[in-house]
DNA sequence: ACTGGATCCTGATCGC
DNA sequence: TGCGATCAGGATCCAG
């Protein structure tokens, strides 16, 4: 579920229920998530603390108090949802956060590749040290991504996903912008034109932003119990479409894996 | 210095 | 129906 967009439309989704109260407990079920949650740390920070504001950079959702920071990654498994504060708990429900006295936020994660982190006001989290550019920053742009490309000499789709690189592209998205640029995705990145890098670039701003538009799909509401898989699926063009005809020629869709990575391309568009 | 592979973990799905 | 194998939207660590 955590793609860029799904983690932005969760900031949205959460934020509104969320900032200008104040938090009046916290509950660690389970500290054994990507790092060991710091129990006493966050509650410490954060209780009686009024939110003031949440932000995201990359995949990380940042929620600012006056002491710090609460910083939430979701992995692969990984929501976020405000509920009421009666609702029954569920399995893999690890951290819930209480606050004011209607709001029950909640974060749920079955596989613990998630991460629940405190950022001090001056500190800067090793994980967030060495992120990349945002992709939809006017930055981000061709001439940046071919100065970085002719430095590696790994396939193009990994070479996207390196959030060294540019922050937000998970696999789906990388498999999806390839595609609508055109681009095989085994090309290796040193031998990325400049008419490649700005196809590239656009491609990813264009289906990111799509994504973005769509992502209330899945997480419209934040209070229901989950929904459903698929926010954007009905969009994909590529992924998960082994076999399939490519919608611009109708070759079949191959499929193949990238550093362990599912990957589909079509032969006659995508060419090496 | 870079790159690919293994790895953390649970749950869904598929073939036998 | 049950069982094992495989795979999953992420990111880090380690060996070569």
Redesign the pocket.
């Given at each position: 579920?955590?793609?860029?967009?799904?983690v932005e439309t969760t900031c949205r989704g959460i934020a509104p229920h969320i900032v200008g109260h104040t938090i009046a407990a916290i509950n660690v079920r389970e500290t054994?998530l990507?790092w060991k949650v710091a129990t006493k740390l966050l509650q410490t920070k954060l209780i009686k603390q009024p939110i003031l504001g949440v932000t995201r950079r990359?995949?990380?959702i940042q929620i600012h108090v006056s002491t710090g920071t609460l910083v939430i990654?979701?992995?692969?498994?990984g929501t976020l949802r405000v509920t009421h504060p009666k609702e029954p708990i569920k399995?893999?429900d690890h951290l819930e956060i209480l606050i004011g006295n209607s709001n029950s936020l909640r974060f749920n994660d079955?596989?613990?590749?998630g991460?629940v982190l405190f950022c001090g006001p001056t500190q800067t989290l090793?994980?967030?040290a060495?992120l990349g550019i945002e992709p939809l920053d006017k930055a981000f742009n061709g001439d940046y991504l071919l100065q970085k490309a002719h430095?590696?000499?790994?396939?193009v789709k990994?070479?996207i996903?390196?959030?060294?690189i540019v922050?937000?592209?998970?696999?789906?998205?990388?498999n999806e912008a390839l595609f609508l640029a055109k681009i095989h995705p085994q090309l290796?990145?040193?031998a990325l034109t400049q008419d490649h890098c700005n196809k590239l670039v656009a491609a990813i701003k264009k289906i990111l932003k799509a994504?973005i538009k769509q992502g209330g799909t899945?997480l419209k509401d934040f209070r229901q119990s989950d929904g459903k898989?698929?926010?954007?699926?009905q969009n994909l063009a590529i992924?998960?479409k082994e076999g399939l005809a490519c919608r611009q020629c109708q070759h079949a869709i191959k499929?193949l894996?990238?550093?362990?990575?599912?990957t589909y391309f079509c032969p006659n568009c995508q060419v090496l």
């Open positions: 579920m955590p793609e860029l967009p799904e054994r990507r990359a995949k990380y990654h979701l992995g692969m498994s399995k893999h079955p596989r613990r590749f991460a090793s994980q967030l060495h430095k590696h000499r790994k396939a990994t070479f996903m390196d959030q060294r922050v937000g592209v998970g696999n789906i998205y990388a290796t990145c040193n994504a899945t898989p698929g926010y954007f699926s992924y998960n499929a894996r990238i550093s362990q990575r599912s």
